[in-house]
T-cell receptor, first 114, second 115 residues
């Protein structure tokens, strides 16, 4: 079965640079979530989109922005990168028809800021 | 403020025995609970879930128990197999207005099943 796809899998950036992470949800899933997991930490919710509209916002820095496109894929844009942004970034998708109950995660993008 | 807590960072169990992973939560608005398994270099994989209107859900070797009064849930794996060795995350969600399913995670428990 098709899963959530994230690209790139690994990304190395320098401080103050920008980064763009992409997420392709499971086909027919209409909701996308972004989570950040720091070293030894639990995944923290950043932001979510339902039908291309922002549906919820968590602890996402103002330097970050995200959107969901007409094909339901999503991009997380990160500017003025800081060392503390180094983390695993997960995208998950779910379906309104399924009640949004289960979220299915992608393999993550490991961002390293040097 | 950690609303979902997994107080045991690690658990070691012999193959064939029962593994019990525990999770506590503080937010009484949580109405749905999930367990995820995570291998290194992979994303969390959905394992099993339970609604707050139930106290038990079973799927093969995996059973989740929910004790709402104690704000506690547990995942039982019987029998445990070496392939179950992974980090297990407990997660919860509360549907409030437009939150549409934001998950709150515990910090995970590393399960090691030895032969």
């Amino acid at each position: 079965a098709a899963g959530v796809i994230q690209s790139p899998r690994h990304l190395i950036k320098e401080k103050r640079e920008t980064a763009t992470l992409k997420c392709y949800p499971i086909p027919r899933h209409d909701t996308v979530y972004w989570y950040q997991q720091g070293p030894g930490q639990d995944p923290q919710f950043l932001i979510s989109f339902y039908e291309k509209m922002q549906s919820d916002k968590g602890s996402i820095p103002d330097r970050f922005s995200a959107q969901q496109f007409s094909d339901y894929h999503s991009e997380l844009n990160m500017s003025s990168l800081e060392l503390g942004d180094s983390a695993l970034y997960f995208c998950a998708s779910s379906s309104r028809l399924a009640g949004f109950f289960e979220q299915y995660f992608g393999p993550g993008t490991r961002l390293t800021v040097t | 403020d950690q609303q979902v807590k997994q107080n045991s960072p690690s658990l070691s169990v012999q193959e064939g025995r029962i593994s019990i992973l525990n999770c506590d939560y503080t937010n009484s608005m949580f109405d749905y609970f999930l367990w995820y398994k995570k291998y290194p270099a992979e994303g969390p994989t959905f394992l099993i879930s339970i609604s707050s209107i139930k106290d038990k859900n079973e799927d093969g070797r995996f059973t989740v128990f929910l004790n709402k009064s104690a704000k506690h849930l547990s995942l039982h794996i019987v029998p445990s197999q070496p392939g179950d060795s992974a980090v297990y995350f407990c997660a919860a969600r509360a549907d409030r207005g437009s939150t549409l399913g934001r998950l709150y995670f515990g910090r995970g428990t590393q399960l090691t099943v030895w032969p």
